[in-house]
């Protein structure tokens, strides 16, 4: 069964197969979509567990247009319309590009994810980053807004986005076992991103781990590590998302230039995300790091 949630979305996975929903008229008062924003590691999970379980409605971050002419970022399923009073919508200012919205949407898990990191970090150590994804990207971004002046990423990924930016290293294999003070996971395989902490490191978890037996509690306690779980949704408030997010957004739109970045973007017309569905369940991630769905 799909959950009420899921009403109005426009995808839905079914059987390991994303199908396209007929669009369902939004309800008076509501807000129509406008465009989606991509989470390929989620979404993919999702769509492999269809396979033999229930259906799922795709999606979790959908831009809304609302009366005033600002519009709302909302979690609600690609496509999806959504309510004027949702108090998890997080506002954008007129005229904001979508590109835009996607790089903060996912900086902003790492603004949040890292405000437990302040009290471990030590200038100048650099800050490892695995993973080459759009959660690892806005992991780098974060990290150098808040000033690190030194950022590894690792990651197999052909073309990793990150590798645009100044002063971040990217590297395809890990730069030592055992090794590294700050280490923090975009992947949600973190015991590949232990096994690369030092004695007495830290190991933030920002990508969320496919399996709760993946992380071994006797390689933590013999080596010391301190491990924090950075979920953008445990310990903040609403009103402490919003705020992070317009901080974020009003750096990005000041700080990221689009223009001179287009391979980290992919739009693609909602109507045609079957083919892109197909891909990635056949193991073929986007070279994009930011997918966003447009709805007519």
Do not use: N
Request: aromatic share 6%; charged share 20%; proline share 8%.
């Amino acid at each position: 069964m799909i959950s009420l949630e899921g009403v109005g979305a426009r995808i839905i996975f079914r059987r390991g197969v994303a199908t396209l929903a007929p669009p369902v008229p939004a309800q008076p008062g509501w807000f129509a979509a406008r465009y989606s924003v991509v989470s390929p590691g989620t979404e993919l999970r999702h769509l492999l567990a269809t396979a033999s379980g229930d259906d799922h409605a795709a999606g979790y971050m959908t831009v809304v247009d609302s009366p005033d002419g600002e519009q709302r970022l909302t979690p609600v399923p690609h496509g999806a319309a959504a309510e004027p009073d949702d108090h998890r919508a997080l506002p954008i200012p007129q005229a904001t590009r979508p590109e835009h919205v996607a790089v903060a949407r996912f900086q902003v898990m790492a603004a949040l994810g890292l405000c437990r990191w302040a009290s471990y970090y030590r200038a100048p150590e650099p800050v490892v980053v695995v993973g080459g994804g759009p959660v690892a990207l806005g992991c780098v971004l974060e990290l150098k807004r808040r000033g690190v002046a030194r950022v590894v990423g690792v990651t197999r990924h052909p073309q990793p986005a990150a590798a645009a930016l100044p002063d971040v290293t990217m590297l395809d294999e890990a730069p030592g076992a055992a090794t590294q003070s700050f280490v923090i996971d975009c992947t949600g395989r973190s015991a590949r991103a232990l096994a690369l902490v030092a004695p007495g490191g830290f190991l933030g978890l920002l990508g969320t781990p496919a399996d709760e037996g993946d992380l071994s509690s006797a390689v933590v306690h013999r080596r010391g590590a301190a491990v924090v779980g950075m979920h953008e949704l445990a310990g903040h408030s609403d009103q402490a998302r919003q705020a992070a997010f317009e901080t974020v957004l009003r750096w990005v739109t000041t700080t990221v230039d689009v223009d001179a970045v287009p391979d980290w973007f992919t739009r693609i017309p909602g109507e045609r995300a079957g083919s892109f569905y197909a891909a990635l369940a056949s193991g073929r991630r986007p070279t994009a790091a930011f997918v966003i769905l447009e709805w007519s």
